[in-house]
């Protein structure tokens, strides 16, 4: 009998711990999706403010912002194409550059969306969602900035 008592006791402790490292690598990775999806839609945002500020005219810019969804991504030659967003396009990561972007890299789960609004003559709204799947549920981080005409 005691046999039997000890033998169930080892076999809770171990389901319960376990239960523990299943946990705990869950929360790693889901700690991981969040932190890489907010660099990511800082990154969106700062992409759109170099957009702006590398405009001559600002006022120009501000007048008609590229309204809509656009999917943006940084360039090493400092442009900044914006391209319709399709909600189907995936960023990819390049480890030999370190950056997410859509051309090259190894395939990610991670979705970026860059809505631009118009608010006035003199602000503009920049709103990033970025979107994935963890444990077959869908996930969002979402940023938003004004971007102001300053000079």
Do not use: C
Not at 31 to 51: F, H, P, T, Y
Not at 69 to 94: F, I, R
Not at 124 to 151: P, Y
């Amino acid at each position: 009998m005691e046999v039997i008592i000890a033998v169930f006791v080892i076999t809770v402790g171990l389901l319960a711990v376990l239960g523990l490292i299943n946990f705990l690598l869950n929360s790693a990775q889901s700690s991981k999706d969040n932190l890489v999806a907010a660099e990511l839609a800082q990154e969106g945002v700062e992409i759109v403010r170099s957009m702006r500020d590398s405009q001559d005219d600002w006022t120009a810019w501000f007048q008609s912002p590229p309204v809509g969804n656009w999917q943006v991504q940084y360039n090493t030659d400092n442009s900044h194409p914006l391209v319709a967003y399709s909600g189907s396009n995936y960023l990819k990561y390049d480890s030999a550059s370190g950056l997410y972007q859509y051309s090259v890299g190894e395939n990610t789960q991670f979705l970026r969306k860059v809505t631009i609004s118009k608010i006035s003559d003199n602000q503009a709204k920049v709103s990033v969602d970025i979107s994935w799947k963890f444990k077959g549920s869908d996930r969002h981080f979402i940023l938003e900035d004004r971007l102001w005409r300053w000079q």
